[in-house]
Every structure is written in structure tokens, then in C-alpha cells.
DNA sequence: TATGAATGAGGGTTCATTCAT
DNA sequence: TATGAATGAACCCTCATTCAT
């Protein structure tokens, strides 16, 4: 009797504890939003802990009890931030069945667009302003961004050369090539605020450029 | 004897006034050097106007005095930074008389080398983190910096194609193009705080790759 | 019947009450001795509520349900130690059988040993500090710790004048003077953290030193 | 002609750089004494930038243009403490010409009197709350305070032993019991805020009492 | 014009206390 | 009753800016 009474209790308390671990997530999570909203407009030393707990709706206190402080919470958001906001890169990379071209076509228009959304870009901005002060900002934002991606496209060029699609050497070095030259014009000049035409048409115009580009370095087939 | 006067005052007054126009700009590049050590090292919102007045070995209120306050005094260095500091990647376009592949790779070498300089690490950091805070930031930065390179590049692109040494239809965009490829890894990385071989070796490897991809897509002689 | 099930309700109830009383008090207990370890380690300013549950193993808000707050747990801490830390202050007082001079040496080493041992020495320090914000905590002080001595110290010394081993006029004035002659360098000089030899030999020629000079001043034989 | 100008103007350079030197020495003075009123009243932990600054008449800022922090004007308030406000101690023992016994009487008199000055005490309950964390801080209140008090009557002892009105073995040490026998009762149960008579009557009469308590022990001829 | 002391708003952080669970 | 998340006032300190000298 006991024993049942035990369980029930246990059962109980773990049920408190679930919905009380729960409660916590959420309000994690809470935080976490307000803090991306202002870490992403104001970057990490621009941003007040007064401001995110506004836009959070919590109390400056309570962040300080989720988090260990500033440095503690801009980490979390920025971890948070690549593990959700990057997935588009990773899985421009995965879709097959095409033509190469028309496949890498694809590829560089999603990067670029990528690369352009505000989330990306200002993630950008910040770890570039950042890394010198936080070492692992860079690690988790390539770990989670362009790593995955990196990896991703390596694979599939190396199986494309196994194919005998194209030639290449070191596909690694190669992935990270071509996702330079997606950079070109477009994301470049945005990411210094510059005035540049991202219309849909531009982008695919660039892809093309790109691909093409791309093609003559590595294709086996064009000639 | 009015006259005389007249014009003995003026001539006074006219040696005066260049000769305390010339201390006001002695002065001012005194605080520009000042604010130039502090800001790179620092950041816009990590350097301090004591710091600077310090580093500047002038006094508080003479930083008010020749700027309106600081963000001021950071578009007057970020001008004066990028229109001295790029010099290198504008004249590394402009030494000829190599054949066509070898001023590529000089060029390649030259770009990275730059890029990766503290300088321009710290002015593309600063630039990129305030882009959003100060607009015409990046639009000295691309005048006195890229933009030059960029004229020249495209310039002796165009000039090549004209001698038929290579192909390509819009040299400006393929100009940027070839700039993206230097950044290749080594630039990138170092962007971002990660850790990358980046002796002049790794460089000279880069450049030799970025050379011959470069080749392959606009050269007319490869095969 | 509904007697017996009175009684056996209030027999239960009673038994729960002691029950939960002990739990409580036990409980209160400790906290008490959370508290003791973060007090005297930090001072009453220096100590934070949460260091003292963390400590004490219990949880914040469970503080607050045995003590009214931060200043009531301090008072009852500063009694319970009082009560529990002073007691060979007092004790020193009481074993006799010895010659008199062999009996003074002895107190005074026991005195000053006491006042320098780590408990006496912070409780002192919380004591002088505190005593204006918190006016019974002296009263709690004085009536646990140096009452109890000075009372006995007084009690032994009327005796031994009864004996016509001294002559005392005011019995509780010498005995406030002679722990005051206790205190002399080792223990004056280490309440204010300044170097002093406190070896035992060291103490031990001071307690001789003490004592002789006490004797020659109520002494009656030494001529 | 120029020398004259330059005499002049450094005349005046001279006088504004005094003129400025002594106003700011005025506006350390002016925190000083502000936080003075503050941390006597509410000791190191209990005192606040906020009303320092209030009590000083001045901004918060201007506290941290004169003082390197909470701690550093804490230091410097304690020296300047000890060193205007123990000076009574100081001179207590310098007069003489008096017989031996009256001049005991009025020693003890007067150490009685400076201990139990609100200055002394309240630096007394700072320095032994803080000594821990502030290690210098007793060493400037011993030096300034007892320090010197200490040399003066151990000298004066000496003095008086060579004169044969006194046997004293070791000056220093008899002059530290003497000074730990002053503050019996009166002054040991007020800095714990015990009930004491401390009029002058009372006082008075301790003295007598200490003042023949040391000629029973050091005296040669009192039979 | 040069100075630097004064300002005061705002920075990040701590903590005694409360209260829903 | 026990919990600990939430609170918000207060903490020390920094800093861009002003202004009397």
C-alpha cells in the first residue's frame, strides 16, 4: 500500500517536475526570443540586458536566472540561432534527382538566399564583430552553418566526380570555392549595406553566372 | 595708407588664419591617429572617448572641439583609415608586363595578403558589425576600397580580353568574382576567428588554385 | 465511541504535532547551521540568503517559512552560537584544586586561547560591526559569553579573598580587568589582523606575565 | 621681450595650475568628508556610492574622477581618519611635570575619553568588521593610533624607570596592558553597545582605578 | 582653442523577498 | 510545508558629453 502510495506520489512529482522542467523551457525560450529580437538589431555590446528583458517580458532578474549573464545568454541565442536559422543552408544541398547543372543552379540560389535572409546576415555582422571576443561564436556558427553545408556539398561533389561528372582534386577546398563565388556581387555588397538589386531574376542571373563558372573549372562535358 | 593698411592687416590675418588652419589640421590628424588605434583595436563601441583623447595625447573637450561627438569622429576614421589604408589592394592591380597567369597569382597573392592585414581585418570587422548604424560607413570603405580594385581589375580584364588572352563578357562582375575566389578559405576563415595555415605557402597554393580556376573559365589558350 | 475516536484523533494529532514540531525544529536546526557557516564565514552584509539555503540544503522560500528574514535568522544564529560557542569561555573558569597563581595562569591561557579561536574571533567581529543595526545582538553577546565568565571569574576571585588568598573591593570590576589584561597584544593585535607571534609558548608567557601582574596587585603574600 | 611674455604666461599657467590643483584638493576634501559621515555611520558594505555622492553634494561620477572605486575612497577616508582623529591619543602622553601617579590618572583619563569618541569608535567597529577584507587598514589605524600612542608611553615608561620610579622589564609590552586596562568596562561594554555609566565621574574614577592598579604592579614605592 | 572636472543616464549584476505550485 | 522561479530595487561602475576656466 505503500509502495502504491509511493508511486502515486512518485508519479506525481514526476509529473510536477515535467510541467515545472516544462515551464522552464518555455520561459528559455521566452528570453531566448527577446534576446534575438534585440541581439540581431543591436548586436551583442549594443544590446542592454534591460532592453531584452522588455522585449522578453520578463524581469531583468529573471534572466539572470536562466542565463549566467550577458555573455551566457548571447551564447545560447547564438547557438540557438545557427542550430534553427542555418538549416536552410544545409539542406539547399540534399535535394538531387536533376541534372548537375540544373543542380548547382539550384544550389547557388539557395545559398545566396540564404546568406541574404536577415537572420543569416545578421548573424553574420555578429560573429564577424564578435570572434575576437568570443572564440566559440565562430565554432558553433560554422559547426552549425556552413560546416553542414560544407560537408553536404563535398560529398555530393565527390560522388559527381565518382560519376565522372567533374574533375576534382581536393573536393573540400572545392565546396568552399563555390560557395564563395555565390558570394559574389549580391551578398558581398549586401553585407556592406550596399546598394545592390537582390530581385529574384538577379539572383537566378547570378546562379546561373556561377554554375556556369563553376562548370568550366570542373565539368568534364563542355567540349 | 588705408589700404596699406588694409592690406598688411589682411596679409596678417591671412597668415594667421593659415597658419592656425594649419595647427587645426595638425591637430586633427593627431586625434585621427588616436582614434585610428583605439577604434581598430576596439571597435566602435569598444573604444572609449577617454581613450581615445589619451591615445590622441589631447584632452577630452578637444575631441569635441574638432569632431561633434563620437560617432563623428569614427566616420572621420573610418575615411581617413580606407582612403590610407587600402592603398595596397588598389596598386596591387596595377604592375604589369608578367604574362598573363603569373600577374594572376601576383594579384591573388597580393588580395589575400591584404585582406588578411590587421588593417583591413579590422576595418572589414568594424564596417561589417556597424554597417546597419552607420550607412555611409560602408560606402567610404567600397569607394576608397573594393571600388578602386575593382576599376583597375576589371580595367586590365578588359584590356586582356582586348589582346584575346581571355574572355568574358561583363569584366566588372567577373572582377568581383575573381576577388570572392581569393577569399577562398584563407580569408574567409580568418574572418571568422577559425583556425586556418594562412604562411605564405598555404597563400602561395591558394593563389596558384584560384589562378588556374580563374583560367579555366575565362582562358582562351587552356586548351 | 466518539470519545475513544477523540482521544485517538488527538493522540494522533498529538503525535503528528510533536512529530512535525521535532521535524521543524530539526529542520530549523538546519538552517541554523547553514546560516553558522555563511555568517561567520562573510559577516551579516557579506552572507546572502541564497549562499545560506544552498548551504544549509534547503530551498530559499523554506528560510523564509522558519524565519521571518534575512535579520531574524541572523539574530537567532548569532544566539545559537552565543549559547554553543562560548561555553569554554565559561568553563575555563570552573576547575579549582590548584594553587593560585597555577589557577590564574591557567584561566588567563584558556581566555585568550578562546577569544582567538575562529568562532569567538568572527562572532567579535560580527558583533562590533553589527551592534548598532542590530542592538539586542550585543545583549545576546554579553549575556551568553562574558556574563557567564565574568560572573563565575567574580564568584572565584570573592572566594579567594573570603580565603585571604587577595584582597578584592569590587570583585566584578577585577574580574572585568583581568580579561581585559588577557586580551594584551596577542589578542588586541590579532582582532585587528596585525602580525603577533600566538604559539602556545607565546600565549603561555603572557598568560605568566598576566597573572603576576594581577598578583601583585591584589596579591596578598608576595612581600 | 619674449622672456618676459613667457615668465608672465607661465606665471599665470602657474596660478591657474594651483588655483585648479587646490580646488580639486577642495572637492577631494568636500567626498572626503562626505563619505566620512557616511561610512562612519553605515560602515564599508553598508555605505552606498549613491548616498556618498548625495552627502557629498556631488554626482556619482565625480566620486570615480577623484577615487578609483568604493575601495579606494574607503582607503582613503580611513587614512585621513586615523590621521586627524586619533591625534588626541597621541598627545595625551606628552604632557608631563606632573607627579608619576596624577600622570597615569590623566593618561588613562584621556585614552578613555578618545576611545570612546564616536570617530574612534565607529573607526574601531570599521576596521575590525573590514580588516579581513582591507589588510592595510588596520596597519594605517595601528600606525596612526595606537602605534604612536604605544611609543610615546613606552618611552615615557622607560623614562621613568630610569628615574627609578618605576620597574619595568619591558616598556612596550607594560605600556600595551596598560592602554588594554583603560578599557575596562567602559570602554569593552560600549563598543558592544552594552548600558555603561560613561560620564565624566565614571570615568574618573576607572582611571584612579587603573592608574593604581599599574603602580601596585610597576610602582617602587608604595610601601 | 584647450582643458579636464562634473555630470547623470545607463551599463551589467546581485539579492532579499514573494508566491504559485 | 517545501520549492525555486520571478521580481525589482539597489548595487558599483562607465562613459559620452558639457562647460567653466
New interface residues.
Given amino acids: 500500500m505503500s509502495s502504491i502510495e509511493d508511486d502515486r506520489l512518485s508519479g506525481t512529482a514526476r509529473d510536477e517536475d515535467s510541467a515545472s522542467a516544462c515551464a522552464i523551457r518555455a520561459k528559455r525560450n521566452q528570453i531566448l526570443a527577446g534576446a534575438g529580437t534585440v541581439f540581431l538589431a543591436s548586436?551583442y555590446?549594443?544590446a542592454s540586458m534591460s532592453q531584452i528583458a522588455r522585449e522578453a517580458g520578463v524581469s531583468k532578474g529573471t534572466l539572470y536566472n536562466h542565463f549566467d549573464g550577458k555573455a551566457s545568454l548571447f551564447s545560447a541565442f547564438f547557438e540557438e540561432q545557427s542550430r534553427t536559422k542555418l538549416d536552410m543552408l544545409f539542406a539547399a544541398v540534399n535535394d538531387d534527382g536533376l541534372d548537375f547543372r540544373t543542380g548547382l543552379i539550384q544550389l547557388a540560389t539557395a545559398v545566396v538566399k540564404v546568406l541574404l535572409s536577415p537572420a543569416s546576415m545578421s548573424l553574420?555582422?555578429?560573429?564577424?564583430?564578435e570572434?575576437?571576443q568570443f572564440?566559440n561564436l565562430?565554432?558553433t556558427?560554422?559547426r552549425y552553418g556552413f560546416a553542414r553545408t560544407l560537408d553536404s556539398l563535398s560529398t555530393w561533389l565527390a560522388r559527381k566526380a565518382a560519376e565522372g561528372v567533374v574533375v576534382i582534386d581536393d573536393p573540400a577546398?572545392t565546396a568552399?570555392?563555390f560557395m564563395?563565388?555565390c558570394?559574389?556581387?549580391i551578398v558581398?555588397?549586401r553585407?556592406?549595406?550596399?546598394p545592390v538589386e537582390d530581385d529574384a531574376a538577379s539572383i537566378q542571373k547570378l546562379a546561373v553566372?556561377?554554375a556556369d563558372?563553376f562548370l568550366?573549372?570542373y565539368g568534364t562535358e563542355h567540349?
Avoid at 124 to 129: E, G, L, M, N, P
Avoid at 191 to 194: D, E, I, K, P
Fill in positions: 548586436g555590446e549594443g553574420y555582422r555578429i560573429i564577424v564583430a570572434a575576437s572564440p565562430a565554432d556558427f560554422w577546398l568552399e570555392q564563395m563565388m558570394q559574389t556581387r558581398q555588397r553585407r556592406l549595406m550596399l553566372f556561377t563558372s568550366k573549372i567540349q
